[in-house]
T-cell receptor, first 107, second 114 residues
């Protein structure tokens, strides 16, 4: 059965303290792995799509990487405005979303 | 550019009442989706549409119906609301269902069923 597990559930960091969020997945025939950002009271906003193991993408302080079993979202020198819930989704025969990681950056 | 617009933003229903949630997109996207998001759970797909006049069941379709009479609109109906349908509902749209399936989401509808 296809599934997506995100860890940790919640993460509190000091401003400038780099860390990584994990998305482990099991899917038959990965067509794409997606990262979204969701702010409180809003809908998810697209960040990255990764298609194959070894692929990396960057946007400002965020960098997403992909292996055959997991993806990492690396956050370098985060700022308070990076506080949000980060969602991972995988697409095989269907799209499955993880439960998300709530990230809180303290000033 | 409005993107994906959901109405209403909030709604309170009594058990057994019916209602329709409206989703409108102005990006000429073929695919549209309805999800529900509950605390401690990921987004779960209720129904989706691959084009005007088509609908298909997702992961949790029971108790919901949908219609896609116009390409830009996707309606989600609750015929007889139940407390278990208290949730935040998100609509999304995408250009295709290929690997570049970037979904654009609305701001959500917060529904409480008493």
């Amino acid at each position: 059965e296809d599934q997506v597990t995100q860890s940790p559930e919640a993460l509190r960091l000091q401003e400038g303290e780099s860390s990584s969020l994990n998305c482990s997945y099991t899917v038959s025939g990965l067509r794409g792995l997606f990262w979204y950002r969701q702010d409180p009271g809003k809908g998810p906003e697209f960040l990255f799509t990764l298609y194959s193991a070894g692929e990396e993408k960057e946007k400002e302080r965020l960098k997403a990487t992909l292996t055959k079993k997991e993806s990492f979202l690396h956050i370098t020198a985060p700022k308070p405005e990076d506080s949000a819930t980060y969602l991972c989704a995988v697409e095989g025969d269907k799209i499955i979303f993880g439960k998300g990681t709530r990230l809180h950056i303290l000033p | 550019n409005a993107g994906v617009t959901q109405t209403p933003k909030f709604r309170v229903l009594k058990t057994g009442q019916s209602m329709t949630l409206l989703c409108a997109q102005d990006m000429n996207h073929e695919y549209m989706y309805w999800y529900r998001q509950d605390p401690g759970m990921g987004l779960r797909l209720i129904h989706y549409s691959v084009g005007e006049g088509t609908t298909a069941k997702g992961e949790v379709p029971d108790g919901y119906n949908v219609s896609r009479l116009k390409k830009q609109n996707f309606l989600l109906g609750l015929e007889s609301a139940a407390p278990s349908q208290t949730s935040v509902y998100f609509c999304a749209s995408s250009l295709t269902n290929l690997a570049k399936n970037i979904q654009y989401f609305g701001a959500g509808t917060r529904l409480s069923v008493l």
